[in-house]
């Protein structure tokens, strides 16, 4: 049932709007943001681009410069868990909306079919491949998985240089590696690609997870009053102390007031202004398509990736994925 009009005087009056409107339907909201955003994060290893001479990227450009430069100097210079595929797809999501920008791509995610081989379409495929090429992402990446740890550790160990994943990722590399993650982790939005579409300050990723009230559920306010709970400073101090930074606008101005730990503050601070700069958050693409789809979806993104089927073979199966 539509939930907002039963608990528009608690904190989710102050959620950031595209948060909220993920779980909107034909102008009612059926869903209620709880947990941490996760927008798609490049991740660097500040140490590693130092030892070889490398400032942080600020373009596309001075990206694959750097790429280059760690591979001369022997490194992966990108993590991958293309094992487990969905990490690969984030590599399509944010490259493709530069290259498209939001409209075209939410086109695609509708079912349209034009647009997956439109020349915008191939210019973001054709960086990509470019990418595997030329071996920025190494040679064994179907092979190393992130679930397992072992892609982030790549990261930690100063064995790569480079990591686009979700902001969870901050969290993960700060249990399995906790000096590295204060002293030597970076983070950035996705530097921009000259001469393409999209706005370089436009996020995408997962929203949030949500939370929805049953329409024959017995106890209707009880759930009322739990979910304006979620929404509590108690919940949300909590959540920032756990490394969540929640989807309310007051989040970061709780931040300072909460978290003691320096890096940890420092890094969700970051997140909630590329949040505020960010004119557009997207859903990132399996959770965007119709659920028959998604399997169908990786298979093809990891088969384009790696480099066992061509451009056209890819288009033709994105053009034939289910969308219903």
């Known amino acids: 049932m539509s939930i907002w009009r039963r608990i528009r005087n608690s904190r989710t009056t102050s959620c950031r709007p595209f948060f909220l409107d993920a779980a909107k339907v034909d102008g009612k909201y059926y869903g209620i943001p709880v947990r941490g955003v996760q927008p798609i994060v490049l991740f660097y290893n500040k140490k590693v681009l130092s030892d070889n001479g490398i400032e942080a990227p600020t373009t596309f450009d001075e990206f694959c410069d750097a790429c280059e430069k760690l591979k001369s100097a022997g490194l992966t210079p990108i993590a991958l868990g293309g094992g487990d595929q969905w990490p690969t797809l984030n590599w399509y999501s944010v490259i493709?909306?530069?290259?498209?920008?939001?409209?075209?791509?939410?086109?695609?995610?509708?079912?349209?079919?034009?647009?997956?081989?439109?020349?915008?379409?191939?210019?973001?495929?054709?960086?990509?491949?470019?990418?595997?090429?030329?071996?920025?992402?190494?040679?064994?990446?179907?092979?190393?998985?992130?679930?397992?740890?072992?892609?982030?550790?790549?990261?930690?160990?100063?064995?790569?240089?480079?990591?686009?994943?979700?902001?969870?990722?901050?969290?993960?590399?700060?249990?399995?590696?906790?000096?590295?993650?204060?002293?030597?982790?970076?983070?950035?939005?996705?530097?921009?690609?000259?001469?393409?579409?999209?706005?370089?300050?436009?996020?995408?990723?997962?929203?949030?997870?949500?939370?929805?009230?049953?329409?024959?559920?017995?106890?209707?306010?009880?759930?009322?009053?739990?979910?304006?709970?979620?929404?509590?400073?108690?919940?949300?101090?909590?959540?920032?102390?756990?490394?969540?930074?929640?989807?309310?606008?007051?989040?970061?101005?709780?931040?300072?007031?909460?978290?003691?730990?320096?890096?940890?503050?420092?890094?969700?601070?970051?997140?909630?202004q590329a949040l505020t700069d960010a004119p557009h958050f997207m859903i990132t693409w399996t959770p965007n398509h119709v659920s028959s789809s998604s399997q169908p979806m990786l298979d093809g993104m990891q088969q384009y990736f790696n480099g066992s089927i061509d451009m056209g073979t890819f288009i033709d199966e994105m053009k034939a994925l289910p969308t219903e």
Not at 97 to 107: E, I, T
Not at 132 to 154: I, N
Not at 238 to 259: I, R, Y
């Open 96 to 272: 493709y909306q530069q290259v498209m920008g939001n409209d075209d791509v939410q086109k695609m995610m509708d079912g349209g079919v034009d647009e997956w081989s439109s020349p915008k379409s191939k210019k973001a495929l054709e960086i990509i491949r470019d990418m595997v090429e030329k071996g920025y992402f190494g040679t064994t990446y179907d092979s190393v998985k992130h679930t397992d740890g072992a892609a982030p550790a790549l990261l930690e160990q100063g064995k790569a240089g480079f990591e686009l994943m979700g902001s969870f990722g901050y969290s993960g590399h700060k249990a399995a590696a906790p000096e590295f993650t204060n002293d030597d982790l970076g983070y950035m939005v996705f530097p921009p690609i000259d001469g393409v579409k999209g706005d370089a300050k436009d996020l995408v990723g997962n929203p949030c997870n949500y939370f929805s009230m049953n329409k024959y559920t017995k106890h209707p306010e009880a759930c009322v009053e739990f979910l304006k709970m979620l929404y509590s400073d108690k919940c949300v101090e909590d959540q920032l102390k756990a490394g969540n930074l929640p989807a309310t606008t007051n989040a970061s101005e709780m931040v300072e007031k909460v978290v003691d730990n320096a890096s940890d503050g420092a890094f969700l601070e970051w997140e909630s």
